[in-house]
Every structure is written in C-alpha cells, then in structure tokens.
C-alpha cells in the first residue's frame, strides 16, 4: 500500500503538467522561442529608435537661394580638404564673405556665431563663443565681408572638438536664415613655447647648484693651502755649516790664531782632529811652559 502512494505521488506532478499544457512535459522549449522572439522584437525597436535619432546629429541650418557664402581662415592659415589645427591659447581669425546673387531683393548680415561641439554628436555644445553683430546691407549683386575671431581655451589642448560657424541674415521681407558657414571636427593643439616657467626654475635651480658647488671648492682650496703655507713657516731653516773637518783648509789662517783656537774651549769642535799621542804632546808642552 504504500508503494502505491510513493508511486502515485511520482507520477501524479507529470499528469498534471501534461494536462494543464496539452502537450509534452518539456514545454521550456516554447518559453525559449518566445524570449528569442522578444529579443528580436527589442532589436527591432531600438534600430527604429536609432535610425530615428541620426538626422539630429546635423544642426538644422537654412540658407537662401538668393545668397552664397564663403569662409577664409586667415590665421590659422588651412587648406581646403585637410583637418584645421587650432592652437590652444591663441586667437583664431577668419573671414565670411557673403554674396546677394538675387535680383530684387536686399539682404542684411546681422551675426555672426561660433560654438564648439562634442565631436560625436553636434547637438551638445561644448563652449559657445560670443556673437558678433554687423547688420550690414547688401544690395542685389554686391558682396560683403566680415571678420570675427575667438579664443579656444587652453584646457581643451589635445582634443578633438566639432567646430560650427553659422552666419545670421535676412531678407527684405523679414525672413532669417542661419546658415553654417564651417561644420567640421578641428583638432586643438598645444603649441610647445621656448621658455616656460618649468623650465625657468629648473635653470634657476641648476644655476644655484653650480654656484654652491664654486664657493664650496673654493673655500676647500683657501683652507689646504692655508694650511700648507703654515706647515712651511712652521719648519726651521737650521744651517749646519760643514761638518767634515778634512775638508777644511787651515793653512791660510795664522798661526797664532789657530793656536787660540785650538786652545779656547769652543775652538776645539772647529779644529781638526788630533790623535791621542798628539794631545798629550800638546798638554806635555803646555805644562813645561
């Protein structure tokens, strides 16, 4: 009897499953194929959602069929078809030329602007730069130039930034345009100066040093050769005369003189030297005299 329960109770779960499903006990293999179709339909919408958002990498610009515009970099200097270097700290000038190719119609230059852009998606501006008002007229079949300059910030030097110029204009009756002018990536540059200050200090320190270096070899020299100097003063000139007495010639001395030095008591260490026998002759003589 309880075999039957232990085996009921096995076999009870699987029936259920297959009932409540109406097919097979692996039914994970359906819940498989709808997560893959729900991925597929997230995939789906997020290219809808991505092909949605590509136009607005563009600025929206408008620009009359009447007018044409030309830009001129004129320092930096930059050729037509390569990327522009902006050196970071230095001003940037350049000219926009514009022209009224109606024939009716006169148009004003109000503006113009500058703005730096995150280099991935020119809607996000990085810096705006002031703008500049001119308002000038410009009758059909005339030209007018404007100049406008700025200055990148020292901080955005070795990166890549979206550069966006636009000129602002408008017709005789009263409709504006804003059309740009320049709208490429430029790269920011770190222009390497002769002398900063690093570099001052460090010389200065270098200078220092040898310097040091000077003084302290001089006093080393000052003080040996003090010292060498006093050694010398230090040591006594003794002069000892001539201390071989064969060398000595007597014969131009006179007699009695030599006999008064051979007889004074410090006379002897000059006289030449005497044997024993010549000694007790000479005291022998002295006695009888």
């Known amino acids: 009897m309880k075999k039957f329960f232990v085996l009921l109770l096995l076999v009870l779960p699987a029936v259920l499953l297959t009932v409540n499903t109406?097919?097979?006990?692996?039914?994970?293999?359906?819940?498989d194929e709808l997560d893959e179709e729900l991925v597929d339909v997230e995939t789906e919408d997020a290219a809808v959602v991505?092909?949605?958002?590509?136009?607005?990498?563009?600025?929206?610009?408008?620009?009359?069929?009447?007018?044409?515009?030309?830009l001129l970099f004129t320092r930096p200097l930059h050729a037509v078809g390569s990327q522009l270097d902006l050196p970071a700290g230095y001003p940037v000038e350049f000219l926009v030329g514009f022209t009224n190719k109606g024939e009716f119609e006169d148009f004003i230059v109000e503006s113009v602007e500058a703005s730096f852009r995150y280099s991935m998606d020119f809607n996000y501006f990085i810096q705006n730069f002031s703008a500049v008002a001119?308002?000038?007229?410009?009758?059909?079949?005339h030209e007018a130039t404007v100049s406008y300059s700025f200055l990148p910030s020292e901080s955005f030097a070795g990166r890549p930034f979206g550069l966006n110029i636009a000129l602002n204009y408008r017709d005789g009756r009263g409709n504006q345009f804003s059309e740009a002018v320049f709208n490429e990536t430029v790269q920011i540059t770190e222009i390497d100066e002769g002398l900063d200050g690093e570099t001052f200090f460090l010389y200065v320190f270098l200078a220092a040093i040898v310097i040091l270096l000077l003084v302290l070899g001089q006093q080393?020299?000052?003080?040996?050769?003090?010292?060498?100097?006093?050694?010398?003063t230090a040591r006594k000139v003794v002069e000892t005369g001539t201390t071989n007495?064969?060398?000595v010639d007597y014969e131009?001395?006179?007699?009695?003189?030599?006999?008064?030095?051979?007889?004074?008591p410090k006379g002897g260490k000059a006289s030449p030297k005497q044997s024993p026998r010549q000694r007790k002759a000479k005291q022998g003589l002295q006695s009888s005299n």
């Open 22 to 31: 109406g097919s097979s006990p692996f039914a994970f293999a359906t819940e």
């Open 50 to 70: 991505a092909d949605e958002t590509e136009p607005e990498d563009e600025p929206e610009t408008t620009k009359s069929p009447d007018a044409d515009t030309f």
């Open 134 to 141: 001119y308002n000038r007229e410009v009758k059909p079949g």
């Open 220 to 232: 080393f020299l000052g003080s040996y050769g003090k010292r060498k100097r006093t050694t010398t």
């Open 245 to 247: 007495t064969k060398d």
């Open 252 to 264: 131009w001395i006179p007699s009695e003189t030599l006999k008064q030095m051979q007889n004074s």
